[in-house]
């Protein structure tokens, strides 16, 4: 039977569903050790046909933000990005990917506090294809003090001492780059904690979340965002 827990995601691949790590009961709130090691190196896999949850090992390293990451999958391979370590205001900002097949962990992005890209939790992820490469985009969240304010996203520290961000950061699967979209119309607010679906390879919705205003006033929202997308720019 699956465990409790929250501060996870799911994600599907066929006919599957996968969900890994999450807060739960005994789960070591430290940046790592063998028992949080114990809980990561799982992942719980259900299908229809057989109506259980099955727990599977993996192998390599898994990702050390277990909280608040985001994920999506790409054919058999699932992304996850960023997340909450579980202690102090640790937040980070890489890219792992799991086969599902071969249930190996490979990182392809330590995390890295000089990036340009914030270190966070609570974002949105999506994929899309472009003359046939894989790209991911992340939305929006929660953590870090940024390396560097991009121009064109806004950063506001809150009261708790986190960082807000409506940053929005493009990674290249093929050429492992990293880019900074141009936004088109007007950019989203400093959100976290929504939901972001794609409608189709170029078109996403996002919807709720928390957001936060010059005034660090937080509000929940009910707000609907349509993107377009691409490898350049994304319009609101």
């Known amino acids: 039977q699956l465990n409790g827990r929250a501060l996870h995601h799911t994600v599907s691949v066929g006919d599957s569903l996968y969900v890994w790590a999450g807060d739960q009961a005994g789960l070591p709130g430290v940046h790592d050790s063998q028992e949080k090691r114990r809980f990561t190196s799982n992942i719980q896999h259900f299908t229809p046909s057989t109506g259980q949850w099955i727990t599977r090992g993996t192998t390599g390293t898994p990702p050390l933000g277990v909280k608040q990451y985001c994920?999506?999958?790409?054919?058999?391979?699932?992304?996850?990005?960023?997340?909450?370590?579980?202690?102090?205001?640790?937040?980070h900002n890489s890219i792992t990917q799991?086969?599902?097949?071969?249930?190996?962990?490979?990182?392809?992005?330590?995390?890295?506090?000089?990036?340009?890209?914030?270190?966070?939790?609570?974002?949105?992820?999506?994929?899309?294809?472009?003359?046939?490469?894989?790209?991911?985009?992340?939305?929006?969240?929660l953590g870090s003090k940024p390396a560097v304010q991009l121009p064109h996203y806004k950063y506001i520290q809150a009261s708790n001492g986190r960082w807000r961000t409506n940053e929005h950061s493009i990674y290249n699967l093929s050429s492992r780059k990293w880019n900074?979209?141009?936004?088109?119309?007007?950019?989203?607010?400093?959100?976290?904690?929504?939901?972001?679906?794609?409608?189709?390879?170029?078109?996403?919705?996002?919807?709720?979340?928390?957001?936060?205003?010059?005034?660090?006033?937080?509000?929940?929202?009910?707000?609907?965002?349509?993107?377009?997308?691409s490898i350049s720019t994304v319009v609101c």
């Open 180 to 229: 900074s979209p141009s936004i088109i119309g007007q950019c989203i607010p400093l959100v976290s904690i929504f939901i972001t679906e794609k409608i189709n390879n170029t078109r996403a919705v996002l919807f709720g979340g928390r957001e936060i205003d010059d005034d660090v006033k937080d509000t929940y929202t009910n707000n609907i965002y349509i993107l377009e997308i």
């Open 98 to 141: 799991l086969d599902t097949v071969s249930l190996q962990w490979r990182e392809l992005e330590p995390t890295d506090a000089t990036r340009p890209v914030m270190r966070r939790c609570d974002s949105g992820m999506i994929s899309f294809e472009h003359d046939g490469v894989h790209h991911l985009l992340m939305i929006g969240g």
């Open 71 to 91: 994920c999506t999958a790409i054919n058999d391979q699932l992304y996850y990005f960023g997340g909450w370590c579980g202690h102090d205001k640790c937040f």
